[in-house]
C-alpha cells in the first residue's frame, strides 16, 4: 500500500523497491505491481491510500521468494522536495500475524464453512419436517 501519512500534499511522488517485488500469483502480476510501484506519482493528498495485492500469505510464506525489500520514497513537498526516505519491509515479521486470517481467503473459506453447516441444519430440518407431515 502506498500512502502518504503525512499532514500535507506530495507532489511528484517516486518510488524504488530493492529486490524487485516478486509473487507467487505469477510473473505477470508481478511485472503489473513493480510498474505500479514504479509509476510517479503526481499528487498524493494526505492520508490517502493506493492498495494493491501482492500475494496470499500462506502461498508467500511457503514459497522462497524474497521477504525482505527496501523501499525509496522521495517526493516533493509545500516547501519543495523532500529528503528522500527509506522503508525497509520485513515480511517475515508479519508470518504469525493475523494477516493470514484477515485475508479475503481466509473469510471467503470461514463464509463457506458457515454456509456449509447451514445447508446441512436446513436439510435436517426439511427432512423433520417431512417425517412430521407423513405422520400427520
Known sequence: MIENTGQTLARNVRISVSPPLQTTLGAERAETLNRAVGRRIATLPPKRRIPFVMDV??????????????????????????????????????????????????????????????????????????ALSRQI
Not at 508467500?60 to 525489500?69: D, G
Not at 522503508?87 to 463457506?112: F, G, K, N
Open 57 to 130: 500469505g500462506h502461498q508467500l510464506f511457503a514459497s522462497e521468494l524474497p521477504k525482505v525489500y527496501e523501499f525509496r520514497v522521495e517526493s516533493d513537498g509545500p516547501f519543495g522536495r523532500v529528503d528522500p526516505l527509506t522503508y525497509t519491509v520485513d515480511l517475515e515479521a508479519l508470518r504469525d500475524s493475523a494477516l493470514e486470517t484477515d485475508s479475503t481467503e481466509w473469510s471467503a473459506h470461514q463464509i463457506a464453512k458457515h454456509l456449509e453447516r447451514n445447508a446441512d441444519a436446513q436439510e435436517g430440518q426439511s427432512r423433520s419436517v417431512e
